[in-house]
Nanobody, 125 residues
Framework: QVQLVESAGGLVQAGRSLRLSCAAS????????MGWFRQAPGKEREFVAA????????YYADSVKGRFTISRDNAKNTVYLQMNSLKPEDTAVYYC??????????????????WGQGTQVTVSS
């Protein structure tokens, strides 16, 4: 079982940037595709971005495409989410997760597991 710990989020103004990181407990981290999800109050958890085990083939939800970038450093057992041009609608608890199955570009919630504890990101207008 891979344990994941997200970095602290924060409160930022609209238009600013924030980078989240997610550290994994096991060296086998480099074997897994990884993803980020988010959940806003009263809404379902939704897919944000994912990246393959070797750092290739990143893919994104349409709502963040062009603004967010997912990356990883396998030497540090860490995956990142760089968030630029933040909007108030990006306000949510952000979670990282391991992708255990599904097609190559799947963002289905059920394909992911070993969830981190989540970190709050609040974007003020």
């Amino acid at each position: 079982q891979v344990q994941l710990v997200e970095s602290a989020g924060g409160l930022v103004q609209a238009g600013r940037s924030l980078r989240l990181s997610c550290a994994a407990s096991r060296r086998t981290f480099s074997s897994y595709d990884m993803g980020w999800f988010r959940q806003a109050p009263g809404k379902e958890r939704e897919f944000v971005a994912a990246i393959s085990w070797n750092g290739g083939s990143p893919y994104y939800a349409d709502s963040v495409k062009g603004r967010f970038t997912i990356s990883r450093d396998n030497a540090k057992n860490t995956v990142y989410l760089q968030m630029n041009s933040l909007k108030p609608e990006d306000t949510a608890v952000y979670y990282c997760a391991v992708k255990f199955g599904g097609s190559a570009y799947s963002g289905l919630l059920t394909n992911f597991g070993s969830w981190g504890q989540g970190t709050q990101v609040t974007v003020s207008s």
